[in-house]
């Protein structure tokens, strides 16, 4: 059985650092900005033999309940008490503070291990803080360097001790079944395999800042996981969070707002939208949350385009619809202004939710299902040639220069999103209008709305290229 460690400290002492050595990778953004870090993330660690789940968290500061800082505190208080360990970290360059010593003594009440980790022991000066770490009255403290990779060994030793040998080490026995080994068997390509309903999913929810992302995320899982309040711009960086929808693991990834890209001038916010870019490109789904009292912003039509450019499977949640009062009249209002803004995203699902109340949920997690089934859809090559020649009948493709081009063969060469290659004739000279009514012929003949459709063309090669001629 493996165990949880949760990483805490005031601001700036290099908590989400050492998170991304642990964990091997830059998931948390990290910045010389006090209190970066707002929700607590959770990540999976290795530390030499050793593999635990670690979270990191927020800053801990004395705050009133009600402020930002207070909730924050109370996020990071949920952490401690849900791990198996704390790793307390001080900063032995600046020495202690204050804040310092009333952490030592909240810890000291929860009556949890604690390994006393002393960060920024590489630098000039360091030995007076890491000395006065002492009289924390938490043991010996752990010289460390998490931006370097120093004294990583030493904190091992240290999280074996407080955890004990046999916990450290435990591992869990993982069974092949016949079921995994089928999965991993190949397909034949021209059969259209079964949607695999029972596959986890990952969604990204995006939006504008305070469209109610976080409150949605928080409303699926019935708890307060994530932080949110009427502040705009609460979320900095991406927070994935694990649940279960119908006995279906569903990841989800609550990222930050998206402001015009002229408005986003601070390097930290900066850092938040490449961080949400990354989530949408790693994701399956993404979720657009308009908030439906202010609608259609410029921004929210370029982060559809962003997402369907992505090639990713999107769903629009018009959020706040407790707060809508003729709702005929507005949903009639939306439908239409969809249809007519996002033409590139013909048949798009559109769900109205109220994230504050729960309100249109379950309607929305089905949408996301289906429109998942659309983005993983094949069709067998047979089906796509017989499509093709009907097309072509009913409107063949216009003549160029005085020439017809034909197109001779269609199959699909990927899924997620669906893309397709024809072999044609003189493929640099069929205008754009054709591709349009060949991707509209493919969503209304095979059921794919809302997902994006690609289509490569391909001259077929003329074998007496290049070869001289008898005389």
Known sequence: MSFTVAIVGRPNVGKSTLFNRLVGKKLALVDDTPGVTRDRRPGDARLMGLTFTIIDTAGLEEADEESLQGRMR??????????????????????????????????????????????????RGSDSGFYDAYTLGLGEPTPISAEHGEGMLDLRDAIVEAIGKDR??????VAVTDVDISEAAGEDEDEEPVYDDTKPLRVAIVGRPNAGKSTLINRFLGEDRLLTGPEAGITRDSVSVEWDWRGRTIKMFDTAGMRRKARVTEKLEKLSV??????????????????????FEKQDLQIVDLVLREGRAAVLAFNKWDMIEDRQAVLADLREKT???????????????SGQTGWGLDKLM?????????????????RLNRWLETQQIQHPPPAVSGRRIKLKYMTQVKARPPAFMISCTRSDALPESYTRYLINGLRADFDMPSVPIRIHFRSAENPFEGKKRRT
Do not use: C
């Open 168 to 173: 450290a080490y435990a591992k869990e026995d």
């Open 274 to 295: 490449a961080d949400a870019l990354r989530a949408i490109r790693f994701a399956e789904t993404v979720v657009i949350v308009f908030d439906a009292t202010i609608p």
């Open 366 to 382: 089905q949408s996301i299902i289906d429109t998942d089934r659309v983005w993983n859809k094949r069709i067998s090559t047979a």
């Open 74 to 123: 109370a996020q990071t208080e949920a952490a401690i008490d849900e791990a198996d360990l704390s790793l307390f970290v001080v900063d032995a360059k600046n020495g202690l503070t204050p804040v310092d010593t009333a952490l030592a003594e909240m810890l000291r009440r929860r009556g949890k291990p604690v390994v006393l980790v002393a960060n920024k022991s590489e630098a």
């Open 339 to 353: 249809d007519r803004l996002l033409p590139q995203a013909r048949g798009i699902r559109a769900v109205p939710i």
